[in-house]
């Protein structure tokens, strides 16, 4: 990835009249993914404008937690943080939507998204229980208000193009020991194949169930059951490596192996943060050494991978991990900047 020529290519335009969220990742407890922040629940504001690279088919918001911090340290005439943090910034990221504004934000950013002549990239993160009442813990109070929440956001997408990663971890925590089990388990497998089916009724949305990682999820025939519980049938395919840090190639091996005990389905993969790889099936929370991974695209010339995504936002901590880390969601930025900085 040539940074230096992105960064001369960049074009920071005057300040706009929509803010954004951006949204934690997943991992947050228990080795999965990372929860929004409140930036991911609050409704666009203001931030610098980005440029939408040339080629490329997702949506670079410019209301992103990367995006409004180089426009501060700018400010503060950091200019060489600032250029370092675009290497974050001038990618698309996803857009999570949590608890608060769902439909109002996955409203704002397809329609800016579109205008663009992008695809915006969400992850719907509001399952009940979620994140088994750790660092990401909340999520929909019941079942019926679950409902509720993403019928509104399938209708606030309506016609435009849009993928949604749907609840990371959510199907994954049935399979360990989280104590989603039972009835429980049942209702989330049910809350989950109507929310595929509640999105898929808009036929430019692409749905993507979440399926663990390669150090988490390791039965692929077990996964695959799981995941025709949710709907995967309905659904475009599945989505690994959410919030953590495992290379490509072994999350292509794992994914392929998942898409043959699902006949053949589709995937696609966060490489938001894993451009030096795991740090071990422990070192999910914020650890040190990791670096940016291959930068989003729809063209990995790998058969069966729709794409790479940078689902996690990077450079949103996984959680308060003991090391004086913000909590999940919230932005870090010496965190960020060490991903960038050990980027290829």
């Known amino acids: 990835m040539r940074w230096a020529a992105l ?9 706009s009249g929509c803010s954004g969220a ?7 407890a228990q080795g999965g993914p990372d929860a929004p922040g409140a930036s991911a629940a609050s409704p666009p504001g203001g931030a610098a404008g980005l440029n ?13 937690n990367a995006a409004q911090q180089v426009t501060a340290l700018r400010g503060q005439g950091r200019s060489a943080e600032a250029d370092t943090l675009l290497r974050i910034a ?5 857009q999570w939507l949590g608890e608060q ?4 934000i996955a409203d704002q950013v397809s329609r800016r998204a579109t205008e663009a002549g992008r695809t915006a990239v969400f992850v719907a993160y509001d399952i009940p229980h979620r994140d088994c009442g ?39 925590h049935t399979l360990d020991t989280c104590g989603i089990k039972g009835d429980l388990a049942a209702e989330r497998y049910g809350l989950l194949a109507f929310a595929v089916q509640e999105l898929k ?19 692929p025939e077990e996964m695959a059951a799981a995941l025709r519980k949710s709907g995967i049938a309905t659904a475009d395919g599945f989505a690994v490596n959410v919030a953590n840090f495992y290379p490509t190639d072994r999350n292509v091996d794992y994914g392929n192996r998942l898409s043959a005990a699902l006949g053949g389905k589709h995937f696609v993969i966060d490489t938001s943060r894993s451009g030096n790889g795991s740090a071990g099936a422990e070192s999910w929370c914020n650890p040190p050494g990791r ?39 919230q932005f870090w930025l010496p965190y960020a900047l060490g991903l960038a900085q050990a980027a290829r």
């Not at 939408?52 to 992103?64: E, I, K, L, M, R």
């Not at 504004?101 to 109002?104: D, K, L, N, Q």
Request: with cysteine; aromatic share 8%.
């Open 52 to 64: 939408q690279p040339a080629g490329q088919a997702f949506y670079v918001s410019d209301q992103t």
């Open 291 to 329: 670096a940016l991974g291959e930068a989003p695209t729809d063209a990995t010339g790998r058969p069966g991978v729709d794409a790479y995504l940078w689902i996690k936002n990077p450079g949103e901590s996984d959680g308060e991990c003991g090391r004086g880390e913000p909590r999940a969601g």
């Open 101 to 104: 504004g769902a439909r109002e």
């Open 134 to 172: 750790q660092y990401s813990a909340g999520g929909a109070p019941d079942a019926a208000s679950y409902r509720s929440w993403i019928t509104g956001i399938a209708q606030a997408l309506g016609d435009r193009k849009a993928w949604v990663v749907l609840e990371p971890d959510a199907v994954a």
């Open 201 to 219: 009724k808009h036929p430019n949305v692409r749905v993507y169930l979440d399926a663990g990682n390669p150090g988490w999820a390791q039965d």
């Open 90 to 94: 001038a990618q698309p990221s996803s």
């Open 7 to 15: 960064i001369a290519g960049l074009t920071m335009l005057a300040v």
């Open 22 to 28: 951006g949204g934690g990742g997943a991992s947050v």
